[in-house]
């Protein structure tokens, strides 16, 4: 595995392993959410982010992660084939300067989510009843130090 930063050429690969990953784990959304939070991703976020991406030999997209101001998770997804396999943990330990305080908002509903982000030593800190677009997925706020 090797890590690296997005070129244009992954976005297409980076939505396929997002899509997966939503599908795998937040199984709480209802259809007409994950409808329109496809669509916002697909057409307002996939084309301007700046991701970090761990890609396999064949420079195949595994997971990416997107961090804000280097203290934030925005986004971390892997493929769900490889979930278990250390692509997340490698994307958060290349993407974040050891010691510096990390946080990231978790779908409270997400159990695997929150299971691997305690694992990593996150630990929560505050809840918001919301989601960032006002729908009712409450979120809890981790922060790693």
């Known amino acids: 595995m090797k890590i690296r930063s997005v070129i244009d050429a992954d976005r297409p690969r980076l939505f396929e392993v997002w899509q997966a990953a939503v599908h795998a784990t937040h199984d709480f959304l209802s259809p007409d959410d994950l409808a329109g939070i496809t669509d916002m991703v697909r057409t307002a976020y996939f084309p301007a982010a700046f991701f970090t991406v761990a890609v396999d030999h064949n420079d195949v997209a595994l997971g990416f992660i997107d961090v804000e101001d280097g ?75």
């Open 71 to 145: 203290t934030a998770i925005n986004a971390l997804f892997v493929d769900p084939a490889c979930h278990g396999q250390g692509v997340g943990r490698a994307l958060v330990d290349a993407a974040m300067p050891k010691g510096v305080p990390l946080t990231v908002e978790v779908n409270e509903q997400n159990h695997a989510a929150r299971a691997v982000y305690e694992h990593w030593g996150f630990r929560t800190i505050d809840r918001k009843p919301i989601d960032g677009e006002g729908r009712p997925y409450p979120l809890l706020v981790m922060r790693r130090d």
